[in-house]
C-alpha cells in the first residue's frame, strides 16, 4: 500500500515557507509515496497549486481533506489544534516542533497519537547532513540578517573613493559564529565591510579568519573547551562572560552594526550585549537579533519590532528570517524532509520506520501516546 504524505498551509502568523516544493514532490512520488498538498500551501513561497498538481501531487480543499487519508504529515511548524485534532492517531509528523518553548504541543501531538519527529533534533552526523534543517534555514538567516542591516543602516557598506571625497566602510561584529554567523561573515564580506566576530568555541576562529573577518575572543582555558561533542556551544561561566563583556564593550562602541546568532539548546537565548553596550554605539548604528524568538541576544530587543534607542541605535527583532527568503528556504527544507523520508521506508518500499536508527532515535519525540524524547520527560 502506498503510504501518503500530506502538507498543509502554515498556520503560524507570518509564515511563509512551506514543506514541500513541487520538486520535492516530485521525488516523494518517485520514491513511493503519494503527495496531497493542501490548496493554497505553496503560494506564499511563490509555489501555485498548478505546479505541484503537474508534479503528481493531489490538491486538497481544506486541510481536513488533505488529512483524512494521511499516514505523514510534513510541516515547517508544528501543526495547529485544528490540524492535530484531524490526524489519525498513528500517523507519523515532521515539523520544526519548538519542543523546548512549546511542550504543551508535543503534548498535544502525544495525546492523539501522533509519532512525532523535530526536526530541530537531527544529529549533527555526517549521515544527516542533507537533513539538517537548522542548518539550512540558519544559512539564509545569516544571509538576510546583513540584507536586513544594510537596509537598516542607511550608509553604504563598501568603501567608495569619489571626486566628491571617500565613503567608509561599514564596520561588522558577528556575534556567534554557526551556521548563521559564518554566512552574516561571508555576505558581509562580499559587501565590502570590515567584519570581525566572536564565538566561545574555540574551533571557529579559523572559520573566522578563512572568510577573511578578524577574531575576538578571551582565549582562556574555559574558552579552549567550550564546546560539546555535538558541535553547539556551552554555556559560558559567569566570570568569562564578564571577561568577554569587558572585551567586546570597547569593541561595539566603534561598530556600525552588530549581529548577534548565539543560541544554546533548550535554555534562554544569552545575553551578550548589554543595555550600556548599545548606549555606546553610534546614532544610525544597527543592532540585528537572531535570537529574539528565544528572549533575544540584545537588551532592549523586542520580537517583531524594530526599537529605536535613546542614543539613535536600532535594534532590529525580526522573526523568522528564513521566511523572507520564503522560495529558497522552502527549497532547502523540503530537501530536508525529502532525505528524511527516505528513513520511512524499508528495502521493500513500504512504510516502516525503524525507530532504532540513530537519526529517527534522536528526533523521535512523541510515540504511542506519550512523550519519548529524554530531554522532553518530566
Do not use: C, W
Not at 508534479?55 to 486541510?63: D, S
Not at 515539523?95 to 501522533?114: F, S
Not at 544559512?139 to 563598501?158: M, T
Not at 582562556?220 to 564578564?242: L, R, V, W
Amino acid at each position: 500500500m502506498t503510504a501518503r504524505i500530506a502538507v498543509t498551509k502554515e498556520r503560524r502568523a507570518g509564515e511563509t515557507r512551506v514543506a514541500a516544493t513541487p520538486d520535492s514532490v516530485k521525488k516523494l512520488i518517485g520514491l513511493g509515496f503519494s503527495v496531497i498538498v493542501e490548496t493554497g500551501a505553496g503560494l506564499a513561497a511563490s509555489f501555485p497549486d498548478a505546479d505541484y498538481a503537474a508534479a503528481g501531487a493531489e490538491i486538497a480543499p481544506t486541510a481536513e481533506a488533505a488529512l483524512a487519508g494521511a499516514d505523514i504529515l510534513f510541516k515547517v511548524r508544528a501543526p495547529a489544534d485544528e490540524e492535530i485534532a484531524a490526524l489519525k492517531s498513528g500517523v507519523l509528523l515532521a515539523a520544526l516542533l519548538n519542543p523546548y518553548g512549546d511542550k504543551a504541543v508535543v503534548e498535544a501531538l502525544a495525546a492523539k497519537g501522533v509519532s512525532a519527529f523535530a526536526m530541530e533534533f537531527i544529529p549533527r552526523i555526517t549521515r544527516a547532513q542533507v537533513m539538517d534543517a537548522l542548518s539550512s534555514q540558519a544559512n539564509l538567516a545569516g544571509y538576510r540578517a546583513v540584507i536586513e542591516a544594510a537596509e537598516a543602516y542607511g550608509r553604504a557598506f563598501p568603501m567608495m573613493m569619489t571626486a566628491a571625497g571617500t565613503v567608509a566602510a561599514a564596520k561588522v561584529f558577528i556575534m556567534g559564529v554557526g551556521v548563521a554567523g559564518l554566512q552574516a561573515i561571508a555576505t558581509a564580506r562580499r559587501l565590502g565591510a570590515v567584519v570581525t566576530a566572536t564565538d566561545v568555541r574555540p574551533a571557529t576562529k579559523e572559520q573566522v579568519e578563512s572568510l577573511g573577518a578578524k577574531f575576538l575572543a578571551v582565549e582562556d582555558e574555559e574558552f579552549k573547551n567550550a564546546q560539546t561533542a555535538g558541535g553547539y556551544a556551552k554555556e559560558m561561566s559567569a566570570e568569562y562572560q564578564a571577561k568577554q563583556a569587558a572585551l567586546v564593550s570597547t569593541h561595539i562602541a566603534k561598530q556600525d552594526i552588530v549581529i548577534t546568532t548565539a543560541l544554546i539548546p533548550g535554555r534562554p537565548a544569552p545575553k551578550l550585549v548589554s543595555a550600556e553596550q548599545v548606549a555606546s554605539m553610534k546614532p544610525g548604528s544597527v543592532l540585528i537579533d537572531l535570537a529574539v524568538e528565544q528572549g533575544g541576544n540584545v537588551v532592549g530587543a523586542k520580537a517583531g519590532e524594530v526599537v529605536i534607542t535613546d542614543n539613535g541605535a536600532k535594534i532590529v527583532g525580526y522573526t523568522n528570517l528564513p521566511g523572507r527568503l520564503a522560495a529558497d528556504s522552502s527549497s532547502l527544507y523540503a530537501k530536508n524532509l525529502l532525505a528524511f523520508a527516505g528513513l520511512l521506508l524499508n528495502k521493500e518500499g513500504a512504510l516502516a520506520p525503524d525507530l532504532e536508527d540513530e537519526i529517527l532515535k534522536a528526533a523521535l519525540v512523541a510515540q504511542g501516546g506519550a512523550i519519548v524524547h529524554p530531554s522532553l520527560k518530566s
